[in-house]
């Protein structure tokens, strides 16, 4: 079988895996990518979110080969200096407390400001359907906000 081309943060990658290993191992374990996380494997908690071609995905459940030939964005590529609206509204709002679904939370988030640049907290509700076990909802819906006037 033909190695599986994708392009993961403006990287052209190639991975010799069986084309329904989910994108998200092959992120963890072939591309050292380790922000994305894995929480549930059935697409649920959110954890696992990344880009496909701009869209927020559960990649989990994604298999690479649904991937092939799209941009993948990780955590790692959405801003590498940490300068992209929704992360610094993360900080300034002391978003995480314990952090693991963090970085899901913020992808959802960027895809969400990336198609509304004026969510209303209906709006927010609707599409971060990340689970945090910390219950920082209240800040995460407040730094959502903070990153749509920044943005």
């Not at 799209?70 to 590498?80: A, D, Y």
């Not at 679904?101 to 209906?122: E, T, V, Y």
């Amino acid at each position: 079988m033909p190695p599986i081309v994708l392009t993961v943060n403006g990287k052209r990658q190639s991975v010799d895996v069986a084309p329904d290993t989910p994108l998200l191992w092959v992120l963890r374990d072939n591309l050292g990518l380790t922000g994305t996380k894995f929480g549930c494997g059935i697409a649920q908690c959110g954890a696992c979110t990344v880009h496909l071609d701009g869209t927020a995905v559960r990649s989990c459940v994604m298999p690479v080969a649904a991937a092939a030939g799209k941009r993948v964005t990780t955590i790692e590529g959405l801003s590498p200096s940490r300068s992209h609206a929704v992360q610094r509204a993360w900080i300034a709002d002391d978003v995480p407390q314990c952090g693991y679904c963090q970085s899901g939370q913020i992808m959802a988030a960027a895809a969400l400001l990336a198609k509304n640049r004026s969510p209303s907290d209906a709006d927010i509700d609707a599409a971060m359907t990340n689970i945090c076990r910390c219950g920082t909802y209240q800040r995460i819906r407040a730094a959502v906000h903070r990153a749509a006037q920044e943005a």
